[in-house]
């Protein structure tokens, strides 16, 4: 599905990513682990298009075709979704009429009938209902007021709501507490199915308990310098990046 | 917020941003061009009008020549030359339509063509429209509807000859023939516009609406528009405007007079599409506007809801003077401004009465190269005890190089009295608009989107259909003003 090969992007003319090769398969869950700074958020800026991060050397091939010549909404409607690590605020902006044209967009990209507002709103609060999100949060501007977890939950609702094909989590488990990790987990989890692949990017080990991924990644200074299975993730817990980066 | 993407489409698919930029091909009646007195009686006798209202025109002119024109405002133009414009341009026609179906039908076309198809609005109950062209009101629909409740909504030429007697008791009372030059000439010249009256405990029952268009080339439009709500009575007035695109400058010297007795209420609302300019700058309307509402009575209510997106320059302070106690004016505006466009606009709140209160929202969005102020007054009089006002004033930029101007007067006679102030300015962040395309959302609708929310609050204000038609316009107008 997604093939990154010896990518290297910029940001402010600063070399970020330096040579990376990835291959992930539909239904496969890969994990990409890594300190402060080895450039996780910074890869997936570049898979989802974003104004400032230059790819100067590589490629990225998303079912077939060259991700890197499409513009971001292009990529969206082809189904790459990136669930924020800060989701931004939309002022004014019901999360209801947010969510409902960015499902048209997409839908409409892939040649599918825009739904009828009754349909979308049923639609929506079922979503929201499995998620355990109170339907107030539809109501309410986007992410405007909301808290840590309620921002995190819903970057799942509009995953659900999109349903992507390539899901990249940028540290959607920071400022979560306990319950919130769970509930956020679950709703990933819900979302794995052999037609969708999943980058889960990830500061900690403690996401990774409740969402197995099928190969572990360590990103170090702007490249991948480990690989395995879930069992690398539990290793690092214990022992920390250095020994790792080391042996880079 | 579909609407919106839709409507991008529709205006690409003309292959033109301004998409009510076409003129309509009728055979006018116009009069020479320039102002004298001359001028003024040709008008004057054109409408068959009482020696007391040329009186009153006559005065008007001989005053507008002395008068300098305005240079406070934040805008920039070269000098008009009044001798260059018609002051009077009228579709020909040898007798007055008595119905709908005596109108040219290629008036009624243009109409539909921009988006108010006359007949049908007669057929399906919803809104009473009063049509201008360029100088002379064309059809008032819903007549009898209104008639059986006794709500007078005729042309302002026609509540001359009908019904002398409230005409000239309210005309220039809110806004005086010497008030300002642009309304002094608007008084001279003035060739049609609506009027209304809305009797005692009567809630009007259907909104109003005027739809005012600029056809003829080089010609001014100077409506009038009077509006009396007596006492403990209702009206919700609609004005929308658009003019075909010319490489010339146009002028547009309205004036909006309100008054409302004891207990009563109007609401305003405008969506102001004029002719804007071309990206570089050139064309488009001289918006210059008087709107003022006179509480007259206790416990009235005047509210004014704007969405300014049209003209080259926009000069326009819909005001109001609240007189009775406790009664309550309100500004909601939202102006976008593109490419040269300018606009100073926002609002004037005299505090006379006891225990008035008044509210201004305004919301400014600049962009391309345009510069836009907002400037307000809030008045508290020495007698108004206990006197409220809140005005929140935001401002959005897009791109680099345009501007936002914030100039609050507030002048309080009164210790009683509280006056609050908030302001912000803003930008479209660029993590707002990648936020929206990571969802699939292209970059112009991103933009619309993020202002239709920045600007909800005014939109609410606005009646359904109108809100609607907003919202569309708020994206047409920004678009090229990303990337």
Known sequence: MLEINNLHATVDGAEILKGIDLTIRAGEVHAIMGPNGSGKSTLSYVLAGRDGYEVTEGSVTFN?????????????????????QYPVEIPGVPNTTFLKEAVNAVRKYRGEPELDAMEFVKHLRAKAKELGMN?????????????GGEKKRNEMLQMAMLEPSLCLLDETDSGLDI??????????NAMRSPERAMLVITHYQRLLTYVVPDHVHVLSKGRIVRSGGPELAQELEEKGYGESIEAA | MAASVETIEQVKSLGERYKYGWSTDLEMETAPKGLNEDIIRFISA???????????????????????????????????????????????????PKSLDEVDPKLLETYEKLGIPLKEQ?????????????SVSVATTFKKKLEEVGVIFCSISEAVQNHPELVRKYLGSVVPYADNKHACLNAAVFTDGSFVYIPEGVRCPMELSTYFRINAENTGQFERTLIIADKGSYVSYLEGCTAPQRDENQLHAAVV?????EDAEIKYSTVQNWFPGDEEGKGGIYNFVTKRGLCEGARSKISWTQVETGSAITWKYPSCILKGDNSVGEFYSIAITNNLQQADTGTKMI???????????????????????????????????NARNYTQCDSLLIGERCGAHTVPYIESKNRSAKVEHEATTSRISEDQL????????????????????????????????????????VGISLEGSVG
């Open chain 1, 179 to 188: 319950d919130a990790l769970k509930a956020v987990s679950e709703a990933i």
């Open chain 2, 434 to 473: 990648f936020y929206c395309t990571q969802r699939g959302i292209g970059e112009e609708e991103a933009v619309a989107l993020v202002v239709n929310g920045f600007c909800r609050e005014v939109l609410q204000q606005l009646p359904m259909e109108f809100a609607v038609e907003a919202q569309k316009l």
């Open chain 2, 122 to 134: 007669e057929m399906l109950a919803g809104v009473a429209v009063d049509a201008v062209f360029d």
């Open chain 1, 64 to 84: 077939g075709k060259d991700l890197l010549e499409m513009p971001t909404e292009e990529r969206a409607g082809e189904g790459v979704f990136l669930a924020f």
């Open chain 2, 351 to 385: 505090h006379l009465g006891k225990n008035t209160s008044s509210r201004i929202i305004s919301k400014g969005i600049s962009a391309g190269r345009s510069n836009q102020t907002y400037r307000g007054l809030v008045r508290m009089g020495g007698k108004a005890e």
């Open chain 1, 135 to 147: 339907p107030e949060f539809l109501k309410r501007a986007v992410n405007a007021g909301f808290s």
């Open chain 2, 46 to 96: 054109k409408k068959d009008e009482p020696e007391w209202m040329l009186e009153w025109r006559l005065k008007a002119f001989r005053h507008w020549l002395t008068m300098p024109e305005p240079g406070w405002a934040k805008v920039g133009f070269p000098p008009i030359d009044y001798q260059d414009v018609y002051y009077y341009a009228a579709p020909k026609q040898t007798e007055k």
């Open chain 2, 257 to 261: 007079e309100l008054v409302a007795l």
